[in-house]
């Protein structure tokens, strides 16, 4: 494990509730860009959002709790760990929406 793994934390997330439509995926964009992690976000077909946050533990943390809120229009019923681990390539992207 080289230093750098060490000190990052990767999460899977699954984002349920209204959080289509809502700008949801920006948002997160925005956010995460801010505490300066890498990962994506993407629409999942059941309604719900599907997000990869890595970076310096305290912000992924400091993430995961504004998922529980998100952009005014969003609903947000869960924030849900699918997975840890792993490392996405740099930068944040919103990619395209499953299966559509």
Avoid: H
Avoid at 11 to 24: D, E, S
Avoid at 53 to 80: I, N, Q, T
């Amino acid at each position: 494990m080289t230093d750098d793994e060490s000190t990052r934390r990767t999460v899977l997330t699954k984002i349920k509730g209204r959080v289509q439509g809502v700008y949801y995926r920006v948002w997160a964009k925005e956010n995460a860009e801010g505490l300066s992690l890498d990962g994506w976000a993407r629409n999942l077909q059941d309604g719900s959002v599907e997000a990869v946050f890595s970076g310096a533990p305290e912000a992924v943390s400091e993430m995961l709790e504004r998922c529980k809120e998100g952009p005014p229009d969003a609903m947000v019923r869960e924030v849900e760990i699918v997975a840890e681990g792993g490392a996405p390539p740099s930068g944040f992207q919103v990619i395209a929406s499953e299966g559509w």
